[in-house]
């Protein structure tokens, strides 16, 4: 298992502990990257590994500098799999240091990438979702992905589509070699993708599914916590393209906001295709909405949402034409190239 940590001190342990206490753990080996971190990470770490029985299996590596061209996060995923591979692992497990794994989590990656003989196989994992942002907004940001990576899609050889959840991903060593390593993707903002599409691509099978029993640790406190975190690749997403944004944003108020415009626009016949069409958006949300435990009423509210990830979208871009492109955790990962 690697874990890329910069600044995790106030979740790491919880996630540290959860990963020794699986099902399979005899068969686990913990690397955690200290990617420069000013807050006690490592401390956390050890003290986590240290009420364990099993904190012979954590190690904490101390980062290299980043050099030019790497993405802080795939740069200290890079350092942790140096050091992973001597040990020829059957699989890399690359996980998040907010994730609290359930006991059988990776035990029921395993079983689901070698039944179906899946080179990368990733759980997008229950997200926090308590407060008044995080329910408007949480169960919108897993729908929307869902829309851009089906995985069903994903899932099919014969289409090109590949994605992945970042958060917990299991790979076989042997695809990520074909693939052409992590430096293949060493600046890509979007790493989980990029990767799914590096093991596609060169002939390997990727799995997406949900977990409601593993989940992130980060909570979003706030409106501007969201968009920060939207913002941060939703202009990289769309390649940069002020095309693809226009018919992006366009898409998104046609589909999204306008049935509820003809609800007031005085027609009758106009109102009701636009009643039935929000009726209809409402329903596919509901499934989302019923995972994440919400009162069904909530997806009622999914024309918000797109209006709010429509502005967060306009300022990525905006960020990354200012060259700010990217920003997280006091580094700029998605500059704009001159």
Not at 188 to 202: G, H, M, Q
């Amino acid at each position: 298992m690697i874990i890329p940590a910069r600044d995790e001190a106030d979740v790491i342990g919880r996630s540290v502990s959860s990963l020794l206490h699986q099902s399979c753990i005899e068969d686990l080996q913990i690397l955690i990257v200290d990617d420069n971190s000013s807050d006690g990470t490592a401390d956390a770490v050890l003290r986590a590994a240290s009420a364990s029985a099993q904190a012979e299996r954590v190690r904490v590596i101390t980062g290299r500098p980043l050099p030019p061209g790497w993405s802080g996060k795939l740069w200290a995923v890079q350092q942790g799999i140096e050091q992973a591979a001597p040990l020829n692992p059957d699989f890399f497990l690359l996980t998040d240091a907010d994730i609290e794994h359930a006991p059988d989590n990776v035990a029921r990656l395993v079983e689901t990438a070698e039944s179906g003989n899946y080179d990368l196989a990733s759980f997008m994992v229950m997200l926090h979702c308590r407060n008044l942002a995080e329910k408007l907004l949480i169960p919108a940001f897993v729908f929307f992905f869902l829309l851009l990576y089906p995985p069903r899609w994903i899932g099919d050889p014969r289409r090109k589509t590949a994605g992945a959840a970042g958060g917990c991903m299991l790979l076989s060593p042997a695809a990520l070699d074909r693939a052409g390593g992590i430096e293949a993707i060493r600046h890509e903002t979007i790493d989980d993708c990029a990767l799914a599409r590096a093991v596609k691509r060169t002939g390997g099978r990727v799995w997406l599914g949900l977990t409601a029993d593993t989940r992130s640790l980060r909570a979003y406190n706030s409106f501007a916590e969201i968009e920060r975190m939207i913002a941060r690749t939703a202009f990289n997403q769309l390649r940069h393209s002020a095309w693809l944004l226009l018919a992006t944003v366009l898409a998104m108020l046609l589909v999204f906001v306008l049935p509820l415009t003809l609800l007031g626009s005085g027609s009758l016949r106009l109102a009701a295709i636009g009643a039935a069409v929000y009726l209809l958006i409402s329903a596919a949300y509901l499934p989302m909405i019923r995972f994440y435990r919400l009162n069904p009423l909530w997806a009622l509210t999914l024309p918000l949402s797109a209006v709010f990830y429509v502005a967060a979208t306009v300022h990525s871009a905006f960020k990354y034409w200012l060259g700010r492109g990217g920003e997280w955790k006091g580094r700029t990962q998605d500059a704009r190239r001159q």
